[in-house]
C-alpha cells in the first residue's frame, strides 16, 4: 500500500523567505514521487517528478525537491517565495509496476505575505 | 493542443437530479481517471479507465457511473444527486499508468448540490 502524508495544511512565509513544503510517503517498493501545484480556481499542473536517480529534483518556477530514502521524505523547497507562488500543493506517490493509482496527500495551502 | 477539457465549468442540481459530466483529452491517452476534491481531503479517485470501453470503481465511487465509449472521452454520471456529491470534480489523463508518467488534469467542474 501507499500513502503520502503532507505536514502542515497551512504555511504562511514571507515574500522573499524561503519556502518549506514536507511530504512524507510510504511505499512497499521504490516510488515515483510528484509535486503538483494548484492556483485558484484551477487544475493540477505538474511542478516536478522523482523517477530514479539524481535525488534533488528541479522543477518549473524556481522550486526543488530532494528524495530522502532513509527519511521516506520528498520536502518541497524554495529558496525565495513570491507573491505569485500563493497556491495549494499536493504530494503524490505512485508505486510503479503496473498500478495504476496516484495517491494523493491532503494538500498544503501557501500564503505569501507581502 | 487544448490538454484536457471539461464540461461544464460549473454546475447547480436539485438533489434527485442527474447530470453527466464530460471529459475530453487529445493527447491520445490510455488511461483517463475522475476525481473529486473536498476541501481538507486532497483528491480522491471515482473511477478509472484503462482503455476504449474499459471502467474500474476507485476510492470512492457509489453514487456514480462512467463510461469510455471512445478513446478520448470519459464520462461521469450523477443518476440521483445528492448534497453530499457537492464537490469539485476533475478528470485527469495519463499516457500509462507506470513508472513516471504523470497525469494531466483538467480545470476541473464546480458542483453544488442543492
Known amino acids: 500500500a501507499q500513502s503520502v502524508t503532507q505536514l502542515g495544511s497551512h504555511v504562511s512565509v514571507s515574500e522573499g523567505a524561503l519556502v518549506l513544503l514536507r511530504c512524507n510517503y510510504s511505499?512497499?517498493?521504490?516510488?515515483?514521487l510528484f509535486w503538483y501545484v494548484q492556483y485558484p480556481n484551477q487544475g493540477l499542473q505538474l511542478l516536478l517528478k522523482?523517477?530514479?536517480?539524481?535525488?534533488l529534483v528541479k522543477g518549473i518556477n524556481g522550486f526543488e525537491a530532494e528524495f530522502k530514502k532513509s527519511e521516506t521524505s520528498f520536502h518541497l523547497t524554495k529558496p525565495s517565495a513570491h507573491m505569485s507562488d500563493a497556491a495549494e500543493y499536493f504530494c503524490?506517490?505512485?508505486?510503479?509496476?503496473?498500478?495504476?493509482?496516484?495517491?494523493f496527500g491532503k494538500g498544503t495551502l501557501l500564503t505569501v505575505n507581502p | 493542443n487544448a490538454g484536457v477539457t471539461q464540461t461544464p465549468k460549473f454546475r447547480v442540481l436539485k438533489t434527485g437530479q442527474s447530470m453527466t459530466l464530460l471529459c475530453a483529452q487529445d493527447?491520445?491517452?490510455?488511461?483517463m481517471y475522475w476525481y473529486r476534491q473536498d476541501p481538507g481531503m486532497g483528491l480522491r479517485l471515482i473511477h478509472y479507465?484503462?482503455?476504449?470501453?474499459?471502467?474500474a470503481k476507485g476510492e470512492v465511487p457509489d453514487g456514480y457511473n462512467v463510461s469510455r465509449l471512445k478513446k478520448q472521452n470519459f464520462l461521469l454520471g450523477l443518476e440521483s444527486a445528492a448534497p453530499s456529491q457537492t464537490s469539485v470534480y476533475f478528470c485527469a489523463s495519463s499516457y500509462k499508468p507506470t513508472g513516471p508518467n504523470e497525469q494531466f488534469f483538467g480545470p476541473g467542474t464546480r458542483l453544488t448540490v442543492l
Open positions: 493527447m491520445n491517452h490510455e488511461y
Open positions: 511505499s512497499s517498493v521504490p516510488p515515483y
Open positions: 479507465s484503462v482503455g476504449e470501453g474499459t471502467t
Open positions: 503524490a506517490v505512485n508505486s510503479g509496476g503496473s498500478n495504476y493509482k496516484l495517491t
Open positions: 522523482y523517477t530514479t536517480g539524481a535525488t
